[in-house]
């Protein structure tokens, strides 16, 4: 077992038991970033108590990597959130790529007035393949 996936259950036993836990142990618990879990509260998708830990059953609500690309692989368009947690970013950093062209998007109905945008499989596929490519041997050369 490497030591980042004894961390992890060892935060899965905590949540499991109930205990609240802190945005940088969710992070490692979900394998994203920090700044994705403090948009997700700021969204109030997950519940803060006076201590300052977060509500495990917010957590449990929270898709993981995993399933976020089984998604994918099933050819589901995908929103914003999702892509965050897929790419371990934060969701203002996929909203900035979709606006910059990196990924094709359809609009579909969200909440009230508000359009969600939906990111193509195909593009999302490709652009999770180079970002894994340069985490793994490095930025490609210029030039």
């Given at each position: 077992m490497q030591p980042d996936d004894?961390?992890?259950a060892a935060l899965q036993a905590r949540l499991d038991a109930g205990e609240?836990?802190?945005?940088?142990?969710?992070?490692?618990?979900?394998?994203?970033?920090?700044?994705?879990?403090?948009?997700?509260i700021r969204e109030r998708r997950i519940a803060k108590n006076e201590a300052g830990g977060y509500d495990p059953a917010g957590v449990?609500?929270?898709?993981?990597?995993?399933?976020?690309e089984q998604r994918l692989n099933a050819g589901e368009w995908l929103g914003l959130l999702d892509l965050a947690i897929l790419f371990?970013?934060?969701?203002?950093?996929?909203?900035r790529w979709v606006r910059?062209?990196?990924?094709?998007?359809?609009?579909?109905?969200?909440f009230g007035r508000y359009e969600r945008?939906?990111?193509?499989?195909?593009?999302?596929?490709?652009?999770?393949d180079e970002l894994r490519r340069e985490r793994r041997d490095g930025p490609a050369a210029d030039g």
């Open positions: 004894a961390r992890r609240w836990l802190p945005a940088d142990d969710i992070a490692t618990l979900l394998a994203t970033t920090t700044p994705a879990v403090n948009s997700w449990r609500a929270i898709p993981t990597a995993d399933s976020v371990g970013v934060d969701k203002a950093t996929v909203a910059l062209g990196h990924m094709h998007y359809r609009l579909a109905r969200g945008r939906l990111c193509s499989p195909t593009d999302v596929r490709t652009n999770l």
